[in-house]
T-cell receptor, first 113, second 111 residues
Framework: GVTQSPTHLIKTRGQQVTLRCSSQ?????VSWYQQALGQGPQFIFQ???????GRGNFPPRFSGLQFPNDSSELNVNALELDDSALYLC??????????????FGPGTRLTVL | QKEVEQDPGPLSVPEGAIVSLNCTYS??????FMWYRQYSRKGPELLMY????GNKEDGRFTAQVDKSSKYISLFIRDSQPSDSATYLC???????????FGTGTRLLVSP
């Protein structure tokens, strides 16, 4: 399945953070979502074959990388208090989230103080 | 107005009850509709996946889509305490990279 690390993370405002995801083997697409407390997940961006393939309404300080070995990263610079949330990655076999099932990881809970 | 509206609950029912969970949406272009279950401190788990209008049944779960009303439902028969979780509806369309989620409905099934 999809795994994420770390499970929990505490940072202070202004710091930078890197979250990691390991996709299901053979999946070409990874998407990242932010889930604030009591809200549904919000799409951050998607990577397909190591290229960004779509982005939601998140500022450029949210960036990502996808590697050939089924792993990917979400980087957030200049952390703000509102960045406190559960960060979810989801992998799928093909490009796009409509016709292909997205499998979610357990998430990384980020707290910004 | 949000693209997808979902009552956050909580919805409390006794064990064995039939549960009805619902979402409304505003974007008529949505074609693919999903229900995810999310336990506390876990990631969402796909329960049901439907395309366009109609019904789909899987065990105790039935998903309904009414595109004319922009309304989707998930029914859970013979609900169990283990069904206690947050249920998220999600939807998308061909060529869209993202899933658009509702806020989730928290369901509590008491023994």
């Amino acid at each position: 399945g999809v795994t994420q690390s770390p499970t929990h993370l505490i940072k202070t405002r202004g710091q930078q953070v890197t979250l990691r995801c390991s996709s299901q083997s053979g999946h070409n697409t990874v998407s990242w979502y932010q889930q604030a407390l009591g809200q549904g997940p919000q799409f951050i961006f998607q990577y397909y074959r190591e290229e960004e393939n779509g982005r939601g309404n998140f500022p450029p300080r949210f960036s990502g990388l996808q590697f050939p070995n089924d792993s990917s990263e979400l980087n957030v610079n200049a952390l703000e208090l509102d960045d406190s949330a559960l960060y979810l990655c989801a992998s799928s076999l093909e490009k796009g989230g409509g016709t292909d099932t997205q499998y979610f990881g357990p998430g990384t809970r980020l707290t910004v103080l | 107005q949000k693209e997808v509206e979902q009552d956050p609950g909580p919805l409390s029912v006794p064990e064995g009850a039939i549960v009805s969970l619902n979402c409304t949406y505003s974007n008529s272009a949505f074609q693919y509709f999903m229900w995810y279950r999310q336990y506390s401190r876990k990631g969402p788990e796909l329960l049901m996946y439907t395309y366009s209008s109609g019904n789909k049944e899987d065990g105790r779960f039935t998903a309904q889509v009414d595109k004319s009303s922009k309304y989707i439902s998930l029914f859970i028969r013979d609900s169990q305490p283990s069904d206690s979780a947050t249920y998220l509806c999600a939807m998308t369309r061909t060529g869209f990279q993202k899933l658009v989620f509702g806020t989730g409905t928290r369901l509590l099934v008491s023994p």
